[in-house]
């Protein structure tokens, strides 16, 4: 298998959902940035879905993204088991997921493939790591707030420790009363307390010293626009 198969292959999309829901034609050419891909379901398929993006580190990685894969394409053998034999049929589940708007399904796809991605880094050599102990933090917290029969957020972390959590609109609130309970959020960041769901004091200590930089909540769907000039 070639690497330009092995980078084809092993690239899913899961939070780049930039104009609708995008899907790869021609994979092998993501290697050579000649990337053509077509729209497969309209921007505002999925009209609740929102991604909670949670900046804990906005400096410089020590190793950058391009470089960090051109090692995991040239070391991981763990790379070339995924782009055989997992990433397909993930790809396949996440796209129906989507289009049934089942969001158990997709949130255990997302999290799922985010927490392969980061077992490739660590097969990588020399290893990479790029997420934080605060990014344990987060997905501690999102686990925790599933606790229960269905999934009601998604994590999924790129080559970096910043946060992004896929969920439902209706469960905004509460997600960030919960994510306040272990991180130090940004004074400015407000929301509901009444709809989060239990009683909430009105200053909650984190149960950890994290401090996060900056929350951003963001509909789902239409590519990047140019609002001013």
Request: aromatic share 8%.
């Amino acid at each position: 298998m070639s690497v330009q198969d092995l980078v084809a292959h092993a690239v899913a999309y899961l939070a780049d959902w930039w104009n609708g829901a995008p899907e790869v034609i021609h994979p092998e050419l993501i290697v050579t940035l000649n990337i053509n891909i077509k729209q497969v379901l309209p921007e505002k398929w999925w009209p609740e879905l929102r991604a909670v993006i949670v900046v804990i580190d906005d400096g410089e990685k020590e190793v950058g993204s391009s470089k960090g894969m051109r090692n995991t394409v040239e070391t991981s053998e763990l790379l070339k088991h995924r782009a055989k034999c997992i990433v397909p049929e993930r790809i396949k589940r996440l796209s129906a997921a989507f289009e049934a708007h089942d969001f158990h399904e997709f949130a255990l796809i997302t999290m799922a493939d985010s927490n392969q991605l980061h077992a490739i880094c660590l097969d990588t050599f020399p290893p990479l790591k790029y997420m934080s102990d605060a990014s344990w933090v987060v997905i501690r917290a999102v686990n925790e707030f599933n606790a229960g029969s269905r999934m009601r957020a998604a994590y999924t972390f790129d080559a970096g420790p910043n946060a992004c959590i896929f969920v439902e609109n209706n469960n905004v609130d509460e997600l960030l009363t919960h994510l306040s309970r272990y991180l130090k959020l940004p004074p400015e960041i407000h929301f509901n307390r009444e709809s989060a769901g239990d009683c909430v004091p009105a200053s909650i200590t984190p149960s950890t010293p994290f401090a996060v930089k900056n929350v951003i909540v963001s509909e789902v769907g239409g590519s990047p626009k140019i609002l001013s000039c």
